[in-house]
């Protein structure tokens, strides 16, 4: 019913930032948490942080101080705010959207996704 968007994704240096975007369409649920998820080739998909309805964030450890979620209802858009990139970091950075009352940042609790952008990190 909803189908998300990701953009931003590219190439930077080490230390530098990045904003990604997830634009949603279709929304019709009060209660959802948009989460940011990456996969690195060779390497399963994990968390790296979610927005619930109620505005409430959660962070992988791996990024916390360094990657911030925020959200802007009026554009139904999701950012994802990286800095301090490190090559660790490259992966395919995919948005996905839960329809609940409350989430943990578990890839398999999310069933609708974006086809993903890349962030690439070179040293």
């Known amino acids: 019913q909803v189908q998300l968007v990701e953009s931003g994704g590219g190439s930077v240096q080490a230390g530098g930032s990045l904003r990604l975007s997830c634009a949603a369409f279709?929304?019709?649920?009060?209660?959802?948490?948009m989460g940011w998820f990456r996969q690195a080739p060779g390497k399963e998909r994990e968390g790296v942080t979610f927005i619930d309805s109620d505005g409430s964030v959660t962070y992988a450890d791996s990024v916390k101080g360094r990657f911030t979620i925020s959200r802007d209802s009026a554009k139904n858009t999701v950012y994802l705010q990286m800095s301090s990139l490190k090559p660790e970091d490259t992966a395919m950075y995919y948005c996905?959207?839960?329809?609940?009352?409350?989430?943990?940042?578990?890839?398999?609790?999310?069933?609708?996704w974006g086809q993903g952008t890349q962030v690439t990190v070179s040293s």
């Open positions: 996905a959207v839960r329809y609940a009352s409350w989430c943990y940042l578990n890839p398999r609790d999310f069933p609708t």
């Open positions: 279709g929304y019709s649920y009060s209660r959802y948490c």
